[in-house]
């Protein structure tokens, strides 16, 4: 089993950055790929970024791209998502996710385990 929790989220102006933090206990997620994925009101929770098992391998998703870094510490047991140029469409509970598979999978049925969620707000 391994234990996901998220921290990190909160409410910032358009424009801004925040970093989370996805910190693993159990079976360390130095074995799995890791992705975040965010959920907003009345949506389906949508695939933000993934990272392979080291540092080599990342995938996002096109709304992120360029604005949006995933970055793993195994060290520390750790995964991060840089958020810069925050948008008010960025809004959402973000999940952090570990797969016990192998790739860079980006549905939601592909991750066997799950965080409680962090909360994103971004003002206009």
């Known amino acids: 089993q391994v234990q996901l929790v998220e921290s990190g989220g909160g409410l910032v102006q358009a424009g801004g950055s925040l970093r989370l933090s996805c910190a693993a206990s159990?079976?360390?997620?130095?074995?799995?790929?890791m992705g975040w994925f965010r959920q907003a009101p009345g949506k389906e929770r949508d695939f933000v970024a993934a990272?392979?098992?080291?540092?080599?391998?990342?995938k996002y998703a096109d709304p992120v791209k360029g604005r949006f870094t995933i970055s793993r510490d195994n060290a520390k047991n750790t995964v991060y998502l840089q958020m810069n140029s925050l948008k008010p469409e960025d809004t959402a509970v973000y999940y952090c996710?570990?797969?016990?598979?192998?790739?860079?999978?980006?549905?939601?049925?592909?991750?066997?385990?799950w965080g409680q969620g962090t909360q994103v707000t971004v003002s206009s």
């Open positions: 996710a570990a797969n016990q598979g192998y790739g860079l999978a980006i549905q939601v049925h592909d991750y066997d385990y």
């Open positions: 159990g079976r360390t997620n130095s074995r799995y790929p």
């Open positions: 990272i392979g098992r080291n540092n080599l391998n990342t």
